[in-house]
């Protein structure tokens, strides 16, 4: 069946350091590609998101393109702050039901 | 100001008993979901409802009940046969239930926990 794996945490930085996460997916079709932010204690934000293939989603600095070649959706930031300190969830939602299936999330730590 | 709400955010109960978690949205979304989140894991989908008076389960749906009864409203009933109820409880909603393109939107979560 479809699923998501990204990589496993913490990732620990500095502010102002540059971040990638990696995701990549396997999956039936065409699916709708997420990232997912969660706060501690909160419910999840969307952060981005792509529906087709070479799509790039981006916000608030972070930046994600589907990779249809090699099945990934990678997480970038430039720079990133203390206040990006979080847990990120890739996803993917495919098929007649928009069904999400999530990684099991990043846990990111940036110390100043 | 639209959005999702969940009650309570703590929730104590006893080895046994039913509980019910409350899910509210405004968005007039039709589609609605419910999933359970535990340490270290990813999200997993317990139900799901495309429309009003209907319901499918998901991918942990045993010891679980839902019901769909308006378009503002779906209710998780975590049963005494939930073998380890204890977890975090999210609550999502989508436009539109049948389009994968379609973000969900996630209310601020119950934490549960059963002694």
Aim: with cysteine; aromatic share 12%.
């Amino acid at each position: 069946g479809d699923s998501v794996t990204q990589m496993e945490g913490p990732v620990t930085l500095s502010e102002e350091a540059f971040l990638t996460i990696n995701c990549t997916y396997t999956a039936t079709g065409y699916p709708s590609l997420f990232w997912y932010v969660q706060y501690p204690g909160e419910g999840l934000q969307l952060l981005l998101k792509a529906t087709k293939a070479d799509d790039k989603g981006s916000n608030k600095g972070f930046e994600a393109t589907y990779r249809k070649e090699t099945t990934s959706f990678h997480l970038e930031k430039g720079s990133v702050q203390v206040s990006d300190s979080a847990v990120y969830f890739c996803a993917l939602s495919g098929g007649a039901t928009n069904k999400l299936i999530f990684g099991t999330g990043t846990l990111l730590a940036v110390q100043p | 100001d639209g959005g999702i709400t969940q009650s309570p955010k703590y929730l104590f109960r006893k080895e046994g008993q039913n509980v019910t978690l409350s899910c509210e949205q405004n968005l007039n979304h039709d589609a609605m979901y419910w999933y359970r989140q535990d340490p270290g894991q990813g999200l997993r989908l317990i139900y799901y409802s495309q429309i009003v008076n209907d319901f499918q389960k998901g991918d942990i749906a045993e010891g679980y009940s839902v019901s769909r009864e308006k378009k503002e409203s779906f209710p998780l009933t975590v049963t005494s046969a939930q073998k380890n109820p204890t977890a975090f409880y999210l609550c999502a909603s989508s436009i539109d239930g049948r389009r994968e393109s379609y973000e969900q939107y996630f209310g601020p979560g119950t934490r549960l926990t059963v002694t």
